[in-house]
Every structure is written in structure tokens, then in C-alpha cells.
């Protein structure tokens, strides 16, 4: 029976790359995003013609502590067992923090680092049960640094670095590891979107300026990090060779943490 994987927020993004490269290295996968599309499904039919695993999609509202628990159950029911959780999931809002909407702050603890909790509380008892398995939290370079006008995202994010570390302590000996992986900026429709804000605002500059002196500023390489790269370092962190890497950061983010 071949393993499976569960990953959260992965009808687009990081999440999909992840998803993708997971089902190559032989993992059937759960989709999931908060639609239920006809795309949304049609996307897992293609992974799965692509790689010849079973891929299905499960939509949940990661805001929701009980569809974050149901998630993993159906997960683990569709294919019999779950040896992989990824923590991809999250949304973002920039503000200064006296501006911030009370239910930006809300939405962004919820779906970026509640929704972690919830789904590893119900994933990690039937991990334990198989004896081995691996939970992936996507955190980013600011669960290590802070940015201006990001509280939620950089408290949230941050959040994740530490709940990783509690996780992995609390499973050490067990098979069964925790890690999280600190992207840079990659160019996701996320980021996008901040590029286009960012656009907006420096009207004076050309979009290739605003992402190379302000986007990638931080980022010393002055190059994104692409999605395939963060989705082979999953990959990885899920194999036989990380099985003694355990509650620690992988930060893959162009030398942004080195300074």
C-alpha cells in the first residue's frame, strides 16, 4: 500500500507544488483548499493521471477547528492511512498595527497557525498508531525575522517555529518527526498580489524595479525562490534520510536569514 499524504492549502501555490512532488515520489495525496470546485477536483484527477497514485480533493475551511480535525479523518479513511501531514495553509493582510482589522488578525492566526494545531492534534495519534510519520509546517522567513506592517502573519508564522519545536520534542523516539521549512519570498499568487499593491504605491517605479529594490530587498540572492524547490525540500524532509532531523527550521530563502 503506498504511503499517503495529506496537504493543506494545496489547490494552487507552494501547497500544490509540494502535492505534486509528493505524489512523483510515489505518496497518493489529499488535495484540499476551502472551495469545492469542479477545477478543484479536476486538478486532482490530473496529478493523478500524471503520476499513478490516487489523488483526491477534500474541501475544509481551515478557519474551523472541527473541518481541520474532520480534514485528517477523511484523509486517513479515503486511503486507509496517513504517514504525511503538511501544514500549508495561510492567507495574508499588511497593515500597520493600529489599523489592523480585528478580523484580518483573526483569520490569519486561525487558518496560519490554529489550523496547525487542530489538524496535527487528530493526525498524530494515528501516526503514532503505525509507529512513523512526518509532519511539514510552512512557515516562512518571517517565522524567523520580522517586517513591518505583517504583525499578524510574522506573530502567526513565528507561532509555527515554536509549535514545531514543541511538537518534535513531545514525539522524539517515536518515528515520527516534526520540521518546518522558512520560504523566502516565492512568486505565488500571494505575492503577486503584493507585488501589484506594491506597484500601485511606487507608481514612479517599473514592476521589475519594485521587486528587486523593494520585493527581494531582503532576499540576497535577488532571486524568488520557485514553488519546485520548496516542494523538493518537503519531499526530503519526508524521506528515510531526515529521519533524525526533528524540531528544527529549514530556511531556503536566498541568504535572507544569514545577515
Known amino acids: 500500500m503506498a504511503k499517503a499524504a495529506l496537504v493543506t492549502g494545496s489547490n494552487s501555490g507552494i501547497g500544490l507544488a509540494i502535492a505534486r512532488q509528493l505524489a512523483a515520489a510515489g505518496y497518493d495525496i489529499a488535495l484540499n483548499s476551502f472551495t469545492d470546485r ?3 477536483h ?3 484527477e490530473e496529478i493523478a493521471a500524471e503520476t499513478g497514485v490516487r489523488v483526491i480533493y477534500l474541501a475544509a475551511d481551515m478557519s474551523k477547528p472541527a473541518e481541520c480535525r474532520a480534514l485528517v479523518e477523511r484523509a486517513h479513511d479515503a486511503f486507509g492511512r496517513l504517514d504525511v501531514l503538511v501544514n500549508n495553509a495561510g492567507i495574508q493582510f499588511v497593515a500597520p498595527v493600529e489599523e489592523f482589522p480585528e478580523e484580518r488578525w483573526d483569520a490569519i492566526i486561525a487558518i496560519n497557525l490554529s489550523s496547525a494545531f487542530h489538524t496535527s492534534a487528530k493526525a498524530i495519534p494515528l501516526m503514532k ?3 512513523e510519520g512526518r509532519i511539514v509546517n510552512i512557515a516562512s522567513a518571517h517565522g524567523l525575522r520580522a517586517s ?3 504583525s499578524a502573519y510574522v506573530a502567526a ?3 509555527i517555529v515554536g509549535f514545531t519545536k514543541t511538537v518534535a520534542l513531545e514525539l522524539a523516539g517515536s518515528g515520527i518527526t516534526c520540521n518546518a521549512i522558512c520560504p523566502g519570498f516565492v512568486r505565488t499568487p500571494l505575492v503577486e498580489k503584493q507585488i501589484d499593491d506594491l506597484a500601485a504605491t511606487h ?3 517599473r514592476k521589475e524595479e519594485v521587486v528587486r529594490d523593494i520585493v527581494l ?3 540576497p540572492s535577488k532571486q524568488f525562490v520557485t514553488v519546485e524547490q520548496i516542494g523538493g525540500t518537503a519531499v526530503f524532509l519526508c524521506s528515510d534520510a531526515a529521519a533524525q532531523i526533528t524540531g528544527t527550521t529549514i530556511s531556503v530563502d536566498g541568504g535572507w ?3
Open 38 to 40: 469542479a477545477d478543484d
Open 42 to 44: 479536476a486538478l486532482a
Open 129 to 131: 498508531a503505525a509507529g
Open 148 to 150: 513591518p506592517f505583517k
Open 157 to 159: 508564522k513565528h507561532g
Open 203 to 205: 507608481s514612479h517605479l
Open 217 to 219: 530587498q531582503k532576499q
Open 257 to 259: 536569514t544569514a545577515q
